[in-house]
């Protein structure tokens, strides 16, 4: 079986046993009981993990203050036990800037990055982004009364229907579609109304499919010439998206643009791969060999001595273990030091004309959608348009313990004027509601309408009808999936790197 040994910001997945005290090498923590049950080695395992890894291990306390083991109580099931001590962890370390915990729950008794997940064994690729999906690729969401077309996934059977983005949705499976609906990804029937104002009726039926970090490209004409925008989602692997991502901009080159929008609202999680990919397509070729970004680690880690990562094989970036000097490489043998974790610009395609970047960005973009608008700042004029990031500037090693995979804090991505603190998220610029009675692209569609007012390239009709949807939003809901509902809230899945490198 093949794993990605991927260092990632919330999502891999690999197989390792649980630490006992005997098999930690060079164990610094001598009052660690030598022996004990398979949850409290576990409820062990992460702490001293969290010890040596943890982004702030500086702020936790010993072994024998934080006592891992009293945890336990008297829950019989394990990762509610577990998800208390991770929680417990991760609250110690304070922002100073805000005089709260760097993971200030979103969730209660949940940290804002740190997880841990039970091992999903199936996924070679080491994350879900890549993974072939089977549902309806389909999100609605209701606005005021009226419930859209929110998201429809490239390949999905809802695309290959022909359903869109912005479509009003006027009933589900033969009832009025209400915002307390609850949909079942695996078939539905939705009548929605057409641009040209006719009724049609889809049967969906869930179907195998894998989609792409693109949603859609196109360059602006008339009054807003010069103007090219493009929708992604999570983003995917570099291999996988590459051949779009450089179709898009060759055409962005070919018409010589110099003002690019970027739709970033739901681009929650990705390939760091993809990132840079994306920033050396935007910057000019004058600023190549000029810092990029760099991973900063503890200081431990970047000394290489986390001598507890001996316990965890690393896998090359096509999930194949790696041998050195006869014997199987683990994460301790990674270069984690400040100078093995600094990536350069090396331009890529043609485009050399872009002047300025506006980013539509919203609750939903996070991690590696953060880490493209932070790279770019100090080179690019940067304008961010819509609604207050997530705040995600942290990635994570994958810690496998017994049955589950530990997501700690391990590295934060800092751009090249050291910036890299927006654990509070990124504020917009420029206020504006995601408008989903509109596709992607369209300049009525409030976000980019915002844009091109800014730009001075609106109608005075586009301005007004604009200004009418700021007073009256009336803000958006989405509609919960049955899956959504036995979850209870999404886990967080961030960046990834699947390219470790070796000291």
């Not at 200004?467 to 999936?481: E, I, P």
């Amino acid at each position: 079986m093949k794993w990605s040994g991927l260092l990632i910001a919330f999502l891999c997945v690999t197989i390792f046993a649980a630490c006992d005290k005997e098999e930690l090498v060079n164990d610094p923590y001598a009052d660690v009981p030598a022996s004990g049950t398979r949850i409290e080695k576990s409820l062990d395992s992460i702490f001293l993990y969290a010890y040596e890894t943890y982004l702030w291990n500086d702020a936790l306390p010993s072994y024998s203050t934080f006592n891992p083991r009293n945890f336990k109580g008297a829950d019989s099931e394990e990762l509610p036990i577990l998800n208390r001590e991770l929680y417990a962890l991760s609250q110690v370390a304070m922002n100073q800037q805000t005089s709260a915990p760097y993971e200030s729950a979103l969730y209660a008794g949940f940290p804002k990055y740190s997880s841990i997940q039970p091992l999903i064994a199936s996924i070679t690729s080491g994350s879900s982004i890549d993974a072939t999906r089977n549902d309806l690729g389909l999100v609605l969401a209701s606005s005021g009364r009226k419930i859209y077309v929110q998201q429809v996934l490239p390949g999905s059977p809802a695309e290959r229907a022909g359903l869109a983005r912005g479509q009003e949705v006027l009933s589900i499976n033969g009832q009025t579609a209400a915002a307390s609906t609850t949909l079942d990804q695996s078939a539905l029937v939705l009548t929605v109304k057409q641009a040209n104002g006719s009724e049609k009726t889809y049967a969906l039926t869930s179907a195998d499919y894998q989609s792409s970090a693109l949603y859609k490209y196109k360059t602006l004409n008339k009054k807003a010439s010069g103007v090219g925008y493009m929708a992604l989602g999570p983003f995917s692997r570099l291999a996988q998206v590459q051949p779009e991502l450089d179709t898009a901009f060759a055409k962005f080159a070919k018409e010589k643009i110099n003002t690019l929008v970027i739709d970033l609202r739901y681009s929650d999680a990705g390939y760091i791969e993809t990132a840079e990919y994306l920033a050396n397509l935007i910057a000019p070729s004058s600023i190549n060999t000029q810092l990029m970004y760099a991973k900063q680690f503890n200081s431990q880690m970047q000394e290489g001595r986390a001598s507890i990562l001996k316990n965890q094989p690393y896998y090359d970036a096509n999930g194949d273990l790696t041998y050195l000097d006869g014997r199987i490489a683990t994460l301790y043998d990674v270069d984690y030091s400040l100078s093995g974790n600094r990536v350069l610009f090396d331009k890529k395609g043609e485009l050399e004309t872009v002047k300025q970047v506006y980013f539509v960005v919203g609750g939903n973009t996070s991690s590696t959608g953060e880490m493209l608008i932070n790279i770019l700042k100090p080179y690019v004029d940067v304008t961010l348009v819509g609604s207050d990031t997530y705040g995600s500037p942290v990635g994570s090693l994958a810690i496998n313990i017994d049955q589950y995979t530990l997501y700690l804090s391990n590295f934060q991505v800092k751009n090249a004027n050291g910036e890299g603190d927006y654990f509070m998220g990124m504020k917009a610029d420029l206020a504006a509601s995601d408008d989903v009675s509109h596709d992607w692209g369209d300049p009525e569609e409030e976000c980019l309408a915002t844009i091109l007012a800014s730009l001075g390239v609106s109608s005075e009709t586009q301005v007004k009808r604009l200004f009418a949807r700021q007073q009256q939003h009336n803000g958006v809901l989405t509609l919960k999936t049955k899956e959504d509902n036995e979850k209870g809230f999404a886990a967080f899945v961030g960046a990834i790197e699947n390219r470790l490198k070796l000291k």
